[in-house]
C-alpha cells in the first residue's frame, strides 16, 4: 500500500485535516516547555494542529502522526504523548521519492507498484535490472548479459544449485560438478588410450566405458610395421597375412599342405593350368583361378577307339593305350576289327587261344594232316572258314597221260586219313589227307 493511499485512510476515519492534503497548521514558536507541549498535543488530538513541543514539531508530517498516535496520547498525558509520539511519526512517515545515496532494493515511491531504489532510482523491479529481488522470485541479477553459464541466467535463475543441474549426460567428459558461484565445472575427461596402435579407442557416452575397436590386419602401425592381430609387428610368410609389398600371393600361415591353393613359400599352388600338371597323362589338369587349387581327373574312360579288336586303357606315362587283342600272336583277333581303323581286314580268328591257335586264323593258306585240337572248332578248319577243305582230291583215270591225273585209287580219305595214292611219276604212294 502506497503511502499517499494510507493519507486518504487517514482522512476519512478521523475526520481530520492532515499533512497529507488538509488544512496545514503553523506551530507556534515556544521554548518547548512541557506544558506547552501537553497543550498542543491535546490540540493536535483534536484536529486544531499539534506541535511535537518544538518549531519542528508543527511541520506537515508531524501533524500527520498527532492524527494517527500523538492525539490520543495528549488525551492522557499531554506533552510527552506529543514529544514521543508525534515526533517520532513525524520522521517515519515521510514517503521516500529520492533515491539519491541509498542502496538498491530500498522501499521508495515511485510510479506504479512496489517500486525500489535501484541504481539511485526509484523504479518498478524487474530481472535484469541488477538488483536481485527476491520477492519477486529472482536468485540473482546479472543484468541479462546474455552469458547463461556465468553462474546467473539471463531469468535471472543461478545457472545450478546442485551437481546433478550441470549434468550433460556425457559419462565421458567427467562429472561436472557445480561451484559455490553457481557455475558448472568441468569434469576429469575419461582417458581411453590404451597405448596400443592397432586398436581405435573411444569412449561409450552412456557409460563412460572404454572400447577398444581392433584395426584391420595390415594397418601400418609406424616404422614399417603392420596390425597384425592386434599386434604391431613386422610381417613374415607364415604369419597369416599377405604382404604383397615383399611378394608374397597367400599366406596360410605355412600349414604344411601346399595343394590347398597356398603354398608353404607363400605362393599359389597355381594359377594356370600348366601348373596342376601332375605328371600323369592319365589325367585331366585344371586350375581353379578362384580357390587357387588344382583338379586332376582320371580321363582313363576316354580312351576308346571304337575298335572291337583293341582293348583299350590308359598309361600314365603315355596316355591311351589301344593294344591289339591277339593272344595266340598271330596277327588276328577274334572279333570284327573297325572298318577302316587301324586292323581292319584283321579280325575273325575262330581261335585265339589255345595249343595250335597261332596256326589257326583267317589267312592261313596251309594245309595240315593233324587236328589243330582246339574244342569247339572244327578240327581242320584252320581258316575259319567253317569248314575244312581238302588238299588231294582228285581221283586216278587210270592212265598218266599228263601229271595232274595223279590222284586216289579210290574215294578221297578224309582229312588227316590215309590212303592209295598214284603218283603218275614216282607210281602208288600211301598218303595222308591234309586240310585247311
Known amino acids: 500500500m502506497t503511502r499517499k493511499t494510507l493519507c486518504s485512510l487517514a482522512a476519512l476515519l478521523f475526520l481530520v485535516p492532515t499533512a497529507c492534503g488538509g488544512d496545514k497548521f503553523e506551530a507556534p514558536t515556544g521554548d518547548g516547555s512541557g506544558g506547552t507541549a501537553g497543550t498542543s498535543g491535546g490540540t493536535a488530538g483534536q484536529g486544531n494542529g499539534g506541535n511535537g513541543g518544538n518549531a519542528s514539531g508543527g511541520s506537515a508530517s508531524g501533524g500527520a502522526a498527532g492524527v494517527l498516535s500523538g492525539g490520543s496520547g495528549g488525551m492522557t498525558s499531554g506533552g510527552a504523548g506529543g514529544t514521543t509520539s508525534g515526533g517520532a511519526g513525524g520522521s517515519a512517515g515521510a514517503p521516500i521519492v529520492d533515491c539519491s545515496g541509498l542502496e538498491d532494493g530500498t522501499p521508495c515511491e515511485g510510479e506504479g507498484d512496489d517500486t525500489l531504489c535501484v541504481g539511485q532510482l526509484c523504479v518498478q523491479s524487474e530481472c535484469g535490472d ?132 597356398c603354398k608353404d613359400d607363400c605362393k599359389f599352388t597355381c594359377k594356370t593350368d600348366s601348373d596342376c600338371n601332375d605328371g600323369n597323362a592319365c589325367t585331366s589338369d585344371v586350375c581353379n583361378t578362384s580357390t587357387h587349387t588344382c583338379r586332376n581327373t ?44 587301324a586292323h581292319a581286314n584283321k579280325g575273325g580268328d575262330c581261335a585265339d587261344r589255345g595249343t595250335n591257335a597261332a596256326a589257326v586264323h583267317p589267312g592261313v593258306k596251309d594245309y595240315f594232316s593233324i587236328d589243330h585240337g582246339i574244342p569247339g572248332v572244327l578240327a581242320y578248319d584252320y581258316d575259319c572258314s567253317g569248314s575244312a577243305e581238302s588238299r588231294y582230291t582228285h581221283i586216278y583215270p587210270g592212265n598218266c597221260s599228263v601229271l595232274i591225273n595223279s590222284g586216289w585209287l579210290s574215294l578221297a580219305p578224309a582229312c588227316g586219313k590215309s590212303a592209295t595214292y598214284h603218283n603218275c611219276l614216282t607210281g602208288n604212294e600211301t598218303r595222308t589227307q591234309e586240310c585247311h
Open 298 to 341: 582320371d580321363i582313363s574312360s576316354t580312351c576308346n577307339d571304337g575298335d572291337a579288336c583293341t582293348a583299350d586303357s590308359c598309361a600314365p606315362a603315355t596316355g591311351c593305350v589301344y593294344k591289339f587283342i591277339d593272344e595266340d600272336g598271330d596277327g588276328y583277333s577274334p572279333n570284327t576289327c573297325k572298318a577302316g581303323g
Open 130 to 261: 541488477g538488483y536481485t529481488d527476491e520477492a519477486n522470485d529472482e536468485t540473482c541479477d546479472d543484468g541479462k548479459n546474455g552469458d547463461d553459464a556465468d553462474g546467473c541466467t539471463d531469468e535471472c535463475k543461478s545457472t545450478c544449485d546442485v551437481d546433478a543441474d550441470c549434468d550433460d549426460g556425457n559419462a565421458c567428459n567427467g562429472k561436472e560438478t557445480c561451484s559455490e558461484k553457481h557455475t558448472c565445472e568441468l569434469g576429469n575427461v575419461v582417458n581411453c588410450d590404451d597405448g596400443n596402435p592397432c586398436t581405435t579407442d573411444s569412449c561409450v557416452m552412456g557409460n563412460g566405458s572404454c572400447a577398444h575397436q581392433s584395426l584391420d590386419d595390415g594397418a601400418s602401425c609406424g616404422s614399417g610395421k603392420l596390425c597384425l592381430s592386434t599386434s604391431c609387428r613386422t610381417s613374415v610368410c607364415g604369419d597369416g597375412w599377405v604382404d604383397k609389398a615383399k611378394g608374397e600371393e597367400c599366406d596360410d600361415g605355412k600349414d604344411g599342405d601346399n595343394d590347398d591353393g
